[in-house]
Nanobody, 120 residues
Framework: QVQLVESGGGLVQAGGSLRLSCAASGHTFSTYAMGWFRQAPGKEREFVAGISSSGTSTYYANSVKGRFAISRDNAKNTVYLQMSSLKPDDTAVYYC?????????????WGQGTQVTVSS
């Protein structure tokens, strides 16, 4: 049974930074692509960033490119999202996701989410 537990959310002023963490268990973490998504009130869930199983390839939504950085520590079964230059539009619940199958970007498992609120 895969478990993904996010942490690190909170309230921050515009221009500030936060680092989200997602601790994974129940699978061979190092063989799965991981991702971060977010959902703002009244909006659909959207892709934020993704990282390959080895961590050598990363992908970003245009809206966060240059401000957010995804990384992973396979020894700690943890994926991170470093968020900088935060804007009020970044306010959302942020979810960690894992591929359905090893090396797949077809997302199959989700965490419970962590709230990020950016004040203006």
């Amino acid at each position: 049974q895969v478990q993904l537990v996010e942490s690190g959310g909170g309230l921050v002023q515009a221009g500030g930074s936060l680092r989200l963490s997602c601790a994974a268990s129940g699978h061979t973490f190092s063989t799965y692509a991981m991702g971060w998504f977010r959902q703002a009130p009244g909006k659909e869930r959207e892709f934020v960033a993704g990282i390959s199983s080895s961590g050598t390839s990363t992908y970003y939504a245009n809206s966060v490119k240059g401000r957010f950085a995804i990384s992973r520590d396979n020894a700690k079964n943890t994926v991170y999202l470093q968020m900088s230059s935060l804007k009020p539009d970044d306010t959302a619940v942020y979810y960690c996701a894992q591929g359905k199958n090893p090396y797949s970007y077809d997302w199959g498992s989700w965490g419970q989410g962590t709230q990020v609120t950016v004040s203006s």
